[in-house]
């Protein structure tokens, strides 16, 4: 049984993936439904009741961490859902596959390549460096048989809530210009939400990636004002852009609590922001979703979604 614990857009494009590897799956998030008329079976289990979320995740071979805490209460909510997977997985004898992203490096000079060290000092940087250092300290104690997957901003279907999300698709839909960050021309790695997730799967199913960092590869690295007229173009529209200035989210940050999250991860748009996914790419065929063909399924995606509306 493959249990995957979150039913946010990652979670869910987890799901499509280990179907189509006609694998049996379960979701696991605290309400006990999901939006998919999938053939899976949907349990409710909170990861911080630790009885409740054990016998959610009863029968389970493979654990995927894909839930997430409140963005604004990371460090409070978000540690005590990675013990709780851990300890699930430890009376299961379940091995855990984490995604993660790019955070607990901090501001870095060079390409970002797994050999890293955590140097963030941001809570929401830190946070996610105190998690998978809990986690592969597990593994190392033979506790759980863990891997971690690691990916840059993720774009597609579902994804409203990041720098290529409601506020570019949903703006471009509405022929309005698009909501962005930082310095838009510098280079930027972004990955769409299905190689993410295959990624993931191809970790769990390989022994050898256990105990290690991953990496994972989307298509290549361009700008954000790149990828951006890409998606204005593909609907026949001149691209445009309303970037907040730093000055404005600084001064902003005093007052209005979801622009003082935004700043503190300000920097990861005002330096060139490049993924090193070289070490995956030498294990694993590079197979992935062109941003175009990616695009297209994003756009799909959000007409559908603002037509049923």
């Known amino acids: 049984m493959h249990v995957v614990v979150g039913t946010g857009p990652l979670g869910m494009a987890v799901m499509e993936q280990l179907l189509l590897r006609n694998k049996k799956v379960r979701m696991v998030n605290r309400s006990g439904e999901i939006d998919s008329s999938a053939n899976v079976e949907v349990v409710r289990g909170d990861a911080t009741d630790e009885l409740e979320f054990s016998e959610a995740c009863s029968g389970a071979s493979v654990i995927y961490h894909c839930a997430k805490a409140p963005y604004k209460e990371w460090p409070e909510k978000f540690p005590p859902i990675m013990d709780g ?52 300290d597990a593994h190392n104690k033979g506790k759980v048989k863990a891997v971690i997957g690691r990916a840059s901003d993720f774009y597609g279907p579902g994804v409203l809530d990041s720098a290529l999300g409601e506020r570019v698709f949903g703006a471009v839909l509405n022929g309005k210009p698009s909501e962005v960050l930082g310095n838009i021309d510098l280079p930027h790695t972004y990955i769409y939400i299905k190689d993410f997730a295959k990624g993931l799967v191809e970790l769990a199913e390989d022994n050898e990636s256990y105990g290690q960092i991953w990496h994972i590869p989307g298509a290549e690295t361009t700008t954000t004002r790149d990828i951006i007229t890409r998606i204005y173009r593909l609907k026949h529209q001149e691209p445009k852009f309303r970037v907040a200035p730093k000055f404005f989210v600084n001064v902003m940050s005093f007052f209005n609590s979801d622009m003082k999250e935004l700043k503190e991860m300000l920097y990861l748009y005002e330096a060139p922001f490049v993924v090193d996914t070289e070490k995956y790419e030498r294990k694993f065929k590079k197979n992935v979703t062109s941003h175009d063909e990616a695009i297209l399924e994003t756009l799909a995606w959000f007409e559908q979604r603002a037509s049923a509306r």
């Open 85 to 136: 997977v851990i300890h699930a997985a430890q009376t299961e004898n379940a091995r855990v596959v984490y995604a993660d992203n790019l955070y607990m490096y901090g501001q870095t000079q060079s390409q970002i390549s797994e050999d890293l060290p955590n140097r963030a000092t941001g809570r929401k940087g830190v946070t996610r460096a105190k998690m998978a250092e809990t986690l592969m």
